[in-house]
């Protein structure tokens, strides 16, 4: 597996796969071949039908610059090897082209290349969360202890700057009223769920806060603003959500949240090493499924659970979003999009709180839930893995 770097990525939303990967794969292209007259960028498959609410036409354009770029919409055509392909072609003064490359937006913002091949580099020798238990029933440590033996020595460092751009996001979205862009004239709730909040007593403010601080970063996420995938744009609030409240309300420190983002990293990486993370592959369970699980081993650990019940906390928040389909209306990352990060957020100290009254023993474990989920992907017919034309985008 790679690093945990490669989960947590700070840039501008509302897609991880269909803005920030086609962002960098256009910004390469141009990088490659800069003095072309103009570039055309065919879009297939899932990202020309959801490009224009995610926004993808708007960042390939916006990453060549000055120099014009002609996008073609392909809304009946994928390529083989992943639904969200995309074709750059350098053309000279007489429209000729003059090079061209196939680049292929995999899911958390990773591009692969035209052949097929994944660019990485593999860090972590165990890969499974079996054997990582394994190592730490031996070993007596945890699972963020065996990231800091793998990991550069900067990863606290990197860690610290995704959790400060992770508050600011949840602060900027707190403050922010208004309609989100897009069309479907949907209104920011954050503001108002803290405010509503505030009001309550107790388990319902509690739970009014949580709610708020996912739809801050959701919502900041929809509108093109700055946050950190974790581990994609869609399911950004997720994470975030959970740690900030963890820390607002029970004093949980700095270097607490870190060791959680570790461990959070982790089972995302696992998650991405035997499945997808991609909506356009496995579906939403690959998103708001992985984003719950992070969260709910995350919070799992800070309350001091043990390896084994962290096992189970993670594997409850995969398992009970198997199936979630990805059917974003008008291929906007708002509706479903946002509540579920609110929804997942709450599931998470759900799974925490269900795996701390355990022994941390169940029957169905972690990686065999990713295997099912992967499956599950694989079963799922394309119109529910983000074209927008199935489920609610079809019927709303």
């Known amino acids: 597996m790679e690093s945990i770097k490669k989960i947590y990525k700070t840039g501008y939303g509302p897609s991880s796969s269909h803005t920030m ?3 960098h794969a256009a910004a390469q292209f ?3 071949f800069p003095n072309a007259e103009s570039y055309r960028t065919t879009l297939y498959g899932s990202l020309a039908l959801t490009g224009k609410g995610h926004l993808t036409d708007q960042a390939i354009i916006k990453a060549f610059g000055k120099t014009p770029c002609e996008i073609v919409w392909k809304y009946d055509e994928t390529l083989p090897f992943h639904p969200n392909a995309m074709q750059f072609e350098a053309l000279d003064d007489a429209r000729q082209v003059t090079a061209k490359a196939t680049a292929y937006s995999v899911g958390g913002g990773d591009i692969v290349e035209e052949n097929g091949t994944v660019p990485r580099q593999d ?6 969360l ?6 730490s029933n031996e070993t007596g440590k945890s699972y963020w202890e065996y990231v800091l033996e793998v990991e550069d020595s900067d990863i606290m460092d990197y860690l610290n700057e995704v959790w400060k751009a992770m508050q ?5 979205g707190l403050e ?17 769920y803290m405010v509503k909040g505030e009001g309550y007593k107790d388990s319902l403010k509690s739970r009014s806060f949580l709610f708020a601080y996912a739809l801050a970063t959701a ?3 929809a509108a093109g603003g700055l946050i950190v995938t974790a581990p994609t744009c869609g399911s950004a609030g997720v994470l975030p959500a959970v740690l900030y409240h963890l820390q607002t309300r029970h004093d949980f420190t700095d270097t607490r949240i870190l060791r959680a983002l570790a461990t959070a990293g ?3 990486n696992i998650i991405k090493e035997h499945a997808s993370i991609s909506g356009a592959v496995v579906g939403c369970q690959g998103e708001i499924g992985s984003a719950c699980a992070m969260a709910s081993a995350a919070a799992c650990q800070m309350f001091g659970g043990s390896a084994a019940q962290i096992e189970y906390a993670a594997e409850m928040g995969l398992e009970h979003h198997l199936g979630l389909t990805c059917d974003p209306v008008a291929g906007l990352v708002q509706i479903p999009c946002i509540e579920r990060c609110a929804f997942a957020a709450a599931r998470a100290l759900n799974c925490n709180m269900f795996a701390m009254l355990s022994d941390g023993k169940h029957r169905v474990h972690f990686d065999k839930v990713v295997a099912t989920m992967r499956q599950t992907g694989k079963d799922l017919p394309s119109l529910y893995k983000e074209t927008s034309q199935g489920g609610l985008a079809k019927f709303y």
Do not use: C
Request: glycine share 14%; aromatic share 6%; hydrophobic share 40%.
């Open 130 to 135: 079996a054997d990582i238990l394994a190592w």
């Open 21 to 23: 990967g086609p962002f």
């Open 30 to 32: 141009k990088k490659q």
């Open 168 to 172: 600011a996001g949840i602060r900027r």
């Open 219 to 221: 919502e900041e996420n």
């Open 123 to 128: 860090i972590y020798e165990m890969n499974e």
């Open 176 to 192: 922010t009223e208004g309609v989100l862009p897009g069309g479907l004239g949907l209104q920011r709730k954050a503001s108002s």
């Open 266 to 268: 982790l089972i995302a």
